[in-house]
């Protein structure tokens, strides 16, 4: 198989998995996820454990704790991620998608990821403030 045709698999594939339009971006070289696209994403999964992709909150633990996205995996403050990056359990191929409240943090997130050779790391635009926006719900720890 040509790269070409590689690339375009890999397009499609994250086009498929994130709800497809127009609005996947690539930031750098991590990509960007509308939470549309996040919440499509997550609906598909028949149960969190099987959404195909990592989905971490970089925010501190206080803000984690104030409520996150329901399937979040992990919380990982945004400072942390380069000497916690093993700890999200991910090979480089595959998807991570990281958020934060507005989505700067997760932005410096993912170019961190995708620094130390991750290929498929998504930023959620507008992050948490986007999310709630939107009318999605929110878990809490313990819940």
């Known amino acids: ?5 590689r690339i375009y698999v890999v397009i499609l594939t994250i086009a498929v998995l994130f709800g497809g339009g127009n609005s996947l971006v690539s930031a ?3 990509y960007v996820l509308t939470v549309e696209q996040l919440h499509a994403g997550l609906n598909k999964a028949k149960n969190p454990a099987h959404k195909g992709f990592f989905l971490i909150d970089v925010r ?3 803000e984690h704790s104030a409520g996150f996205i329901p399937g979040t995996d992990m919380n990982i403050d945004y400072r942390e991620i380069q000497a ?3 700890a999200i359990g991910a090979r480089v191929e595959d998807h991570i998608v990281v958020y934060c409240q507005s989505g700067r943090r997760s932005n410096i997130a993912a170019e961190t990821l995708a620094d130390l050779g991750y290929k498929f790391v998504y930023n959620v635009s507008g992050s948490m403030n986007a999310w709630e926006e939107a ?3 929110l878990e809490f720890p313990g819940h």
């Open 1 to 5: 198989m040509s790269m070409r045709w």
């Open 135 to 137: 009318g999605y719900s």
């Open 60 to 62: 501190t633990p206080q």
């Open 28 to 30: 750098n070289h991590s």
């Open 84 to 86: 916690r990056h093993k």
